[in-house]
């Protein structure tokens, strides 16, 4: 089975910085997109940021600035660096690889205080 672990979740300040990682059981090569979305409270699930397997990233808007997503092929494993965190930031934050089969990894909490 295809699967993703991710880790690096935490609590942290208002301001404050976390990295998440997004480690696969296989090359995420076989993965055209690796996306990292985020599920606050009673709220939809939500794309956060995209890389492509060409190294092509796109962000939400909400995020512009902040987050920067990069892949590292040889590790088999996608980062999320995320810096001047706000409170709005909290939520559960998801891996999900897309191709022939998508995958989801099982999510990582971030909470920011105020």
């Known amino acids: 089975q295809v699967q993703l672990v991710e880790s690096g979740g935490g609590l942290v300040q208002a301001g404050g910085s976390l990295r998440l990682s997004c480690a696969a059981s296989?090359?995420?090569?076989?993965?055209?997109?690796m996306e990292w979305y985020r599920q606050a409270p009673g709220k939809q699930r939500e794309l956060v940021a995209a890389v492509t397997s060409g190294g092509s990233t796109n962000y939400a808007d909400s995020v512009k600035g902040r987050f920067t997503i990069s892949r590292d092929n040889a590790k088999n494993t996608v980062y999320l660096q995320m810096n001047s965190l706000k409170p709005e930031d909290t939520g559960v934050y998801y891996c999900k690889g897309r191709g022939f089969l998508d995958v989801w990894g099982q999510g990582t909490p971030v909470t920011v205080s105020s």
């Open positions: 296989v090359s995420i090569l076989i993965f055209n997109v």
